[in-house]
């Protein structure tokens, strides 16, 4: 029977384990972490639970679906209601079709603005900046998504390119644009209709089923993959031989995972772009929240791109009485120091009254060294170059970061499922 290694115990290793098992093989995960789970993985503290960054789940796929109902057991189902902080007001997500809130003076001029938008061939969009400009206009998309690109992305949107924001940003009517600014009553245009998360065990429980099933090998980071004798080995000094493969190891890694490397290899891989971050979460003895699972913000002073509440995602993710919250902060590693984040963060909520500095039981700031992979416009070239040469020595790159995309978890699980042929 073939060899098989995996690396890495988070949703595509074990959704390529599963595919293993399926077909009667017997892969070895090794996982350099004491638990399975990866970025959608989970931590617990004094009876609080929290996730790596914002996890809801909106899969549509049944084997999918079949996965995550047989793991986590009972399910709590919520509509999306997200909102954003801009300029310190409320306002209903998507902002586009949300202005209600603003004065009459800047709803005035954005729909003037979105009113003027030229009429342009969108084949001809070169960028995410001149896209945004003719989908909203000029003003908006220099107050609100340019702003947030910045934030969240840690580039320009003209350094973007576009094949990625598929149905992820909404693209109102007009219609819609001048109904917002005149009632808070819209519909919601969220893309997802409806969000799933485990009642127990955090985001991670959707898929517990998986690395039950699996042979995980804990606390085995791999420091090396020999190619030509096909042999991975982990700091421990652990040698794992294998015939196949699969690895969920961010590309930029193989630069010195590898050795003799082609030239043009290596600059590839150099060329690839992603954004780390850090959450930040706070632990409340208080149920006073605001009532949305999440909410961006567009203030630049405001560290946070994104805040989510654990505990309205499930009541058992924080004790009795109490709530949670979590920001992401993205920036480069020792950018800010652990004051600075939480005054950016924490002090900033405290500040706009949004918790009180009284209720606040403990924080912890945690750190992603991969968050989101950047679509910049090399991006296609680049993980090609990369992918294709790993393929080449049987080496099958799958998820987030092995495929280099912007896979949602559900893509994740299916990417590692059906790597396996």
């Avoid at 993959?225 to 015939?243: F, L, M, Q, S």
Wanted: hydrophobic letters at 35%.
């Amino acid at each position: 029977m073939d060899k098989i290694v995996i690396l890495g115990a988070g949703i595509s290793g074990l959704g390529a384990a599963h595919a293993c098992l399926q077909k009667g093989l017997k892969p070895i995960v090794l996982e350099q972490d004491d638990t399975f789970g990866g970025l959608c993985g989970c931590f617990t503290i004094d009876g609080f639970t929290f996730d790596r960054f914002v996890h809801l789940s909106f899969a549509k796929e049944q084997e999918v679906l079949d996965i995550f109902n047989d793991s986590a057991g009972e399910i709590i189902t919520h509509i999306p209601n997200p909102y954003n902080i801009y300029h310190r007001k409320w306002i209903k997500h998507p902002a586009q079709n949300n202005l209600f809130p603003l004065a009459e003076d800047e709803k005035k001029r954005i729909i003037e603005d979105f009113l003027a938008r030229p009429k342009v061939d969108m084949s001809q969009i070169k960028n995410y900046e001149q896209w945004l400009r003719m989908q909203f206009g000029n003003y908006f998309a220099e107050h609100f998504p340019m702003v947030y690109t910045k934030k969240y992305w840690m580039c320009e949107a003209k350094d973007l390119e576009t094949k990625w924001v598929g149905q992820r940003v909404y693209q109102p009517s007009v219609e819609e644009v001048i109904q917002g600014s005149k009632t808070a009553d819209t519909p919601v245009t969220y893309y997802a209709k409806e969000m799933r998360y485990p009642k127990t065990g955090g985001y991670k429980h959707f898929f517990s089923s998986l690395a039950e099933n699996a042979d995980i090998r804990y606390h085995q980071k791999v420091v090396m993959i020999d190619v030509e004798r096909k042999v991975v080995k982990t700091e421990d000094g652990k040698a794992y031989e294998y015939d196949k493969l699969y690895s969920s190891i961010p590309l930029p890694e193989y630069a010195h995972l590898l050795s003799s490397i082609p030239t043009h290899v290596t600059e590839a891989i150099g060329k690839l772009k992603c954004t780390s971050g850090y959450h930040v979460s706070v632990a409340l003895k208080t149920k006073n929240i605001p009532p949305y699972l999440w909410w961006y913000i567009y203030d630049e002073d405001i560290l946070a791109a994104r805040v989510y509440s654990p505990s309205l995602k499930s009541p058992k993710n924080a004790p009795e009485g109490c709530s949670s919250l979590q920001m992401e902060v993205y920036c480069k590693e020792g950018e800010y120091s652990e004051q600075q984040l939480l005054e950016g963060t924490v002090g900033k909520l405290v500040e706009l009254g949004i918790i009180k500095q009284e209720d606040i039981l403990f924080t912890h700031v945690g750190f992603e060294k991969y968050a989101n992979v950047v679509f910049d416009h090399q991006i296609y070239e680049n993980r090609e170059i990369v992918r294709d040469y790993l393929k080449s020595f049987g080496i099958e790159p799958i998820g987030r970061f092995g495929e280099w995309g912007y896979l949602w978890s559900n893509q994740s699980l299916l990417s590692g499922m059906n790597s396996v042929k």
